[in-house]
């Protein structure tokens, strides 16, 4: 069912959703509706709450950070803090999870996001699994050439050297592809 | 454990979060009245991919932390601080979207942290410089005051004096590798393509300004 509404409406909703859940940060009992309202949410997009449960994991850092609250903070603050995140990230989860990014690129523009970013957006998304795979080609030339034992500052220097030639290359592919928009028939403003 | 910049749900109020928004929208309505062009678009498009992907090149800090590239500052040096502050609206985005680092709602936040005090501080003090000593003052402060920031952000829930100094000497310690890899790759950029560094790019002082408020809206939080 979810997977039939179109992703303007998905957006839509996670938005509302996460607004209700920062706007019920201190009613437990609000926390068990939306956490039902997001497992509905999952089970009519054919999701495994477990794999957003996972994907939710990844605000783990920041509540680890927290912990000191649940010993000095209000009572009910900390355990109000892991409700609301966890909701939250799981409801951006799930909308990653049910929506692809052409997708959501094109919503975002319907919803009046700047058509200049928008198509940054787009063609971030194309090159940048083309640019992390040479990124992943750099890191094991430099492992194979084995420096081991460089000292931090000189670690600095090849990852920094390492990003520069990185951003050569990206520059120099975007010249590439501009040259093939242009002769595609794009015509800038 | 990798130090993570980008603020989550959960952590900021409603109000707070608006707050954050409202900033944002306005800095990227004026990055996008800064004379961004359609030619620009594919070059910041793979910048921004380029961006993401040097994020992957991590390096062990002390005691088995270890911290990742930021790399505003470079986007700074190489498109000037406007464009590049639509590169880092991108890859905020498309890391919220799409990988939950960093919420939605509190989105804005997240990028007062990396377009203002990353990209337009990181492109001011550059364009100040304009040589590698410039560059490593750019990192080191993007790195450092977009984490003092974040934790002066989040004081309602995690208080400043808990946080504050944890992540300021944190920072400055990545700040410092940071600064060492933006000067590095600006050298290198410098030798192999001179015209790679962005030229002179207009309203530097507004670009100033901006910091300016922004920060004073994060001292008052």
Redesign the interface.
Known sequence: MAHRWSARTRVLLVFAFLVAVAATRAVPTAWAVLAGILLGGCIAARLSPLLILQRALVALPFLVAAVPLAFVGPPGRYESICATTVLSVAAAAWLAATTRFPDLARAMAQLGVPRVLVSVAIMAWRYLFVLAEEVGRMLRARTLRAPLGMSPRQQAVSAGRMAGSLMLRALERSERVYGAMRLRGFDPQ | ??L?LH????????ER?ALGWLQAALV?AIA?RMG????Q??????????V???Q??A???VGGTSAH?L?AA?AAI?LGPWAAV??L???V??E??????G???AMGWNLVNMAVFGALLGGVVFSALRNAPGAFVAGFLTAEMGAIAAAQEMGQ??PTS??LPVMAVSHAVVG???G??????????LR??PD?VCANAPGQRLAALIVIACGLVVALL
């Open positions: 454990m990798i993570a603020l989550p749900d959960g952590f900021l109020s409603l979060a990227i996008l961004v062009s359609d030619r678009i594919p070059r910041m498009g793979v910048i921004a991919a380029a993401f992907a040097a992957c090149i390096f062990p800090i590239l790399g470079l190489i639509l590169v609206t991108v890859v985005g498309i919220a979207t799409l990988l939950q680092d919420g939605l709602l829930t995690i808990v946080s410092l590798v940071e060492c890899a933006t000067a590095a790759a600006f050298l290198l950029l192999a393509r790679a």
